[in-house]
């Protein structure tokens, strides 16, 4: 069988050495992942994060999300990820990661077009704007309908991978027949324990790619923390650092290899 392929989603330094010493693949670069899943990282990280991934070929993937909330984009806020992209394309990254919907829930093609257009010829990735579509197979054959596009990151329009086997495997069927060279990339849910089945069932209808973050909040160093004070987050956001897991990683690569 073929190998699988493990992207990680990081936000740090920290998380890029920790997901690559684990085994991983590709990563996708964002900021803010405990937050709202993310947003467009800053030029700084990325060029720090370069200095970890370069010497050791791991390709990065930036996010081009300009705020948290849905994915229906004003106009001005389709200029700012445009000059994103031409910004980032000028400092070497590999591959870029976003997803626009229409009001009505659909993927809106044109504007997609115009991102990916934009970032060529690097790859593309439609994100999880795909799971907050009205439909999934209409959604599938609109992101098809666009030249240019690599792959997509979807949980299956569901809230994990595990739970939502049928959808991906309705979509992997549906690529396969349409022979439109478009991976389908599983994400959300991905750890130790799920990535056995989820294997078990994808890797016979072409599974190649994985995506995981392995995050969670670790306690910050801080000391003192004024009692009733925060930056509005709540919880563990506002005194906690958000860190991918490097043994998570680690074993879920460990698996992978076993089964394939």
Not at 99 to 108: A, I, N, Q, S
Not at 119 to 134: I, L, Y
Not at 233 to 245: E, H, K, L, R
Request: charged fraction near 20%; charge should be negative.
């Amino acid at each position: 069988m073929a190998r699988v392929l493990i992207e990680v989603c990081i936000d740090s330094v920290e998380s890029a050495m920790n997901a690559i010493r684990a085994g991983a693949n590709r990563l996708e670069l964002c900021g803010n992942l405990g937050l709202g899943g993310g947003t467009t990282p800053s030029l700084g990280l990325l060029k720090a994060i370069q200095k970890v991934a370069n010497p050791r070929n791991v390709p990065i993937c930036v996010m081009i999300r300009p705020r948290v909330g849905d994915f229906l984009y004003s106009d001005s806020e389709l200029e700012v990820m445009l000059e994103d992209i031409r910004i980032f394309s000028e400092h070497g990254v590999q591959g870029f990661v976003f997803g626009v919907l229409t009001e009505e829930g659909r993927v809106d093609v044109e504007r997609t077009k115009r991102l990916v257009d934009a970032s060529s010829p690097a790859q593309v990735c439609f994100h999880r704007a795909f799971d907050m579509t009205r439909d999934a197979k209409e959604a599938i054959n609109d992101v098809m309908s666009i030249d240019g596009m690599t792959r997509i990151l979807t949980s299956g329009q569901g809230k994990s991978v595990p739970e939502s086997l049928g959808i991906l495997s309705m979509l992997f069927e549906t690529t396969r027949s349409a022979q439109a060279g478009l991976v389908v990339m599983p994400g959300s849910g991905i750890n130790p324990s799920t990535v056995g089945h989820v294997l078990e069932r994808l890797l016979p209808l072409g599974l190649s790619e994985l995506h995981l973050s392995a995050g969670g909040w670790l306690e910050g160093g801080m000391s003192f923390r004024r009692e009733g004070m925060g930056m509005g987050v709540g919880g563990s956001g506002d005194w906690g650092i958000w860190q991918t897991n490097e043994r998570v990683v680690r074993e879920v690569r460990s698996r992978i290899e076993t089964a394939t």
